[in-house]
Structures are given as structure tokens and as C-alpha cells.
T-cell receptor, first 115, second 112 residues
């Protein structure tokens, strides 16, 4: 099992450029998430999905779009990158459980710099 | 709304010292509580969890007890190693469980 994988690992963009970050998981998890991590601010939820074909906004969704066309993939798009979107982006997935303890499994992260 | 507050770092300890990282939470209902660890250059990984009051989660020598009366979930380890140097995140998932709220993280440095 590869777990959660993210591509690319690093990327440098110029202001106004667009890009897509890809997340893939092979654990058959229903739930997937995109977070950004900034110094001193922990993890902030950008968007999430509770199943194939569904997405929802998190805490900081502005400037980002997502799609979940296949259960195993969750894409994060930046249509017009801004320097404020310089960050480390993490994808995560989790399973549904009757016990209610929803552990999340994280990918290795994508470090994005917007100049 | 739900929130998690953990002690600010960095925390610097010598090898074999005792570790405590404080975490308190605000939540309605009966959340599940977690500690995640992030090693340099990696994503977060689950360290331990507790799903109800008075539960004790433990893993790799780390422990935390879910205290509903004090709304706390403090992380402890009796003897830290250099390899424990990392960032530690306290987190909770609300009732219904598919969203997790993370604390700001506490960086731990362990000196040989």
C-alpha cells in the first residue's frame, strides 16, 4: 500500500499562473481533505470531500477549487496564484467508523512558492 | 465553535528528560481526541488517540488521558530520545467525526 501520495513535491509559480495538485489514496477511504500549513498557524482546512462527486468548503477556501471525480483522487486547483498562497499543502484521507474516531492519513506534502 | 489550544514551543529537552505538552479543548458533545506527530519533511501521522472520557491513549512510550472535567489531553513521555524531535499536534474530531480541528503544533527539540 502506498497510502496517500501527492504530486508534485515542490513547485514554484509566478503570480497569476495556475496549477493543479494531485492527491491519490489506495485505502478506499470515503473522506478526503486538503490542508495548508503555515508557520505558527497549524493546519487549516481548505476543502474536503465526503465521497466521490461531492466537495465542500473548509475554513480557508478562497482562491482554491477542488474536484473528486474518482473515489481515490482529490485534486486541488489554483486558478490564479497569489503570493499569499505560498505554503505547504497536505492531503489527507479518512474512513468512516461506527466507533467515531476518524483518524486521518496524510500525504508527504507539496511545498508551493508563489513569486 | 470547537477549538484546540496547545502550549507554544519550542520545547527543548535533554535526552532522557520527562516530557509534557499541554493541550486543552473546547467542544460540544463528545469529541474524539488525537495526538499527531510530524517529523521533518514529512506529513502528519497519528501518534495516539482516545475516544471517550478517561480513556488513555498510548504508543511508543507516549501517553495521554482524555480528561473531560478539565477538557484536557496532555501528552507525556517518561524519557525522551533525540529521535522524538518533531512537531506535535493535538486535535479533536467533532461528534459525527469526519472533520478534525488541529492545534497550532508544538515543536520539540531533544539534545543528546
Amino acid at each position: 500500500n502506498a497510502g496517500v501520495t501527492q504530486t508534485p513535491k515542490f513547485r514554484v509559480l509566478k503570480t497569476g499562473q495556475s496549477m493543479t495538485l494531485l492527491c491519490a489514496q489506495d485505502m478506499n477511504h470515503e473522506y478526503m481533505y486538503w490542508y495548508r500549513q503555515d508557520p505558527g498557524m497549524g493546519l487549516r482546512l481548505i476543502h474536503y470531500s465526503v465521497g466521490e462527486g461531492t466537495t465542500a468548503k473548509g475554513e480557508v477556501p478562497d482562491g482554491y477549487n477542488v474536484s473528486r471525480l474518482k473515489k481515490q483522487n482529490f485534486l486541488l486547483g489554483l486558478e490564479s496564484a497569489a503570493p499569499s498562497q505560498t505554503s505547504v499543502y497536505f492531503c489527507a484521507s479518512s474512513y468512516s467508523s461506527l466507533a467515531g474516531a476518524y483518524e486521518q492519513f496524510f500525504g508527504p506534502g507539496t511545498r508551493l512558492t508563489v513569486l | 465553535g470547537n477549538s484546540v489550544t496547545q502550549m507554544e514551543g519550542p520545547v527543548t529537552l535533554s535526552e532522557e528528560a520527562f516530557l509534557t505538552i499541554n493541550c486543552t479543548y473546547t467542544a460540544t458533545g463528545y469529541p474524539s481526541l488525537f495526538w499527531y506527530v510530524q517529523y521533518p519533511g514529512e506529513g502528519l501521522q497519528l501518534l495516539l488517540k482516545a475516544t471517550k472520557a478517561d480513556d488513555k491513549g498510548s504508543n511508543k512510550g507516549f501517553e495521554a488521558t482524555y480528561r473531560k472535567e478539565t477538557t484536557s489531553f496532555h501528552l507525556e513521555k517518561g524519557s525522551v530520545q533525540v529521535s522524538d524531535s518533531a512537531v506535535y499536534f493535538c486535535a479533536l474530531s467533532d461528534t459525527g467525526g469526519f472533520k478534525t480541528i488541529f492545534g497550532a503544533g508544538t515543536r520539540l527539540f531533544v539534545k543528546a
